[in-house]
């Protein structure tokens, strides 16, 4: 099995179906079809069952998949060796952040990066999907959370702490809310991940028992919005909301756990010189506003 048929073998082993196959390697349906027929004939097994539900994998199937997993990671690993050693500004790269933080930060960054490389091209890929960079699918990712892979450079490039924020139009409306009444009375507008986690859920350390839960969002962006659009009070990093203009609540309170900024690339990566300079401006971008 060369590296081209195998690229085909995976995708269709991670996507199920030969057209979610299709969109990942960029070819059209028909021809991901063929290439696994003539491969399967190749090798004279067969490798997948057809389901109604898509492409399952046999047994001789799921023994070709630890081999070939092997086999990308080995053509991962020497293209990133080669792509280390490159030191031409010139080319791609692929960062993946949330879309909050895209924003905020990497769109003023990329616009630096393009008046002082103009040949280095930023591909962003902004979401709470996170994307890996062992498998290459970015080169960069700025997230919140550090990766616990050993081939993964990770910064701290900011650390916030969270408050409490309402909107001034809440405010006025609604006053603000007196510490140890659990929200008594009050709107708020709360991360869905975190409502999900099964944990008691709290806002800089007080209990919302008591408050209404009148938007649930899925990501820190819109949360943020949702407050600044007086829907609700709700906990974001302080630094964001000084920027979005928020009355900031409890001022002496923060929540005991910072939100910390972590700035990844693969080990073989930090070097290449077109990943250093969007590195270095996306550094840049965040000195300054927190720890």
């Known amino acids: 099995m060369n590296w ?140 919140n959370t550090r990766p616990d892979n050993p081939d993964l450079i990770a910064r701290r490039i900011a650390r916030w702490p969270l408050g409490l924020f309402a909107s001034h139009a809440y405010v006025e409306a609604h006053g603000i809310p007196e510490p140890g009444t659990a929200f008594d009375g009050h709107d708020l507008a709360v991360y869905q991940p975190y409502l999900q986690s099964g944990k008691d859920m709290v806002l800089v350390g007080e209990p919302i028992g008591r408050g209404r839960i009148v938007s649930s969002l899925s990501s820190s962006l819109l949360v943020r919005r949702s407050i600044a659009a007086g829907i609700g009070i709700g906990e974001v990093p302080i630094h964001m909301g000084e920027l979005d203009g928020l009355v900031r609540l409890w001022p002496q309170r923060t929540n005991p756990v910072p939100y910390d900024i972590w700035l990844v690339t693969h080990a073989d990566l930090r070097h290449t010189a077109r990943v250093r300079v969007v590195i270095d401006e996306i550094v840049a971008g965040f000195a300054g506003t927190g720890e």
């Open 4 to 143: 081209d048929d195998a690229r085909v073998f995976l995708a269709v082993c991670r996507e199920s179906t030969l057209r979610g196959a299709a969109r990942v390697l960029g070819v059209d349906q028909a021809t991901v079809g063929r290439r696994i027929t003539a491969l399967e004939k190749s090798l004279s097994a067969t490798l997948f069952l057809r389901t109604s539900e898509g492409y399952a994998l046999t047994a001789v199937g799921e023994a070709a998949l630890k081999a070939v997993e092997k086999m990308e990671h080995s053509a991962l690993e020497l293209e990133r060796r080669i792509q280390g050693l490159d030191d031409r500004l010139t080319g791609t790269v692929r960062v993946t952040t949330t879309d909050t933080l895209a924003i905020d930060f990497l769109i003023p960054a990329i616009a630096r990066l393009h008046q002082r490389h103009p040949d280095v091209r930023v591909q962003l890929d902004a979401s709470t999907q996170i994307l890996s960079l062992a498998k290459r699918e970015a080169d960069i990712a700025v997230r």
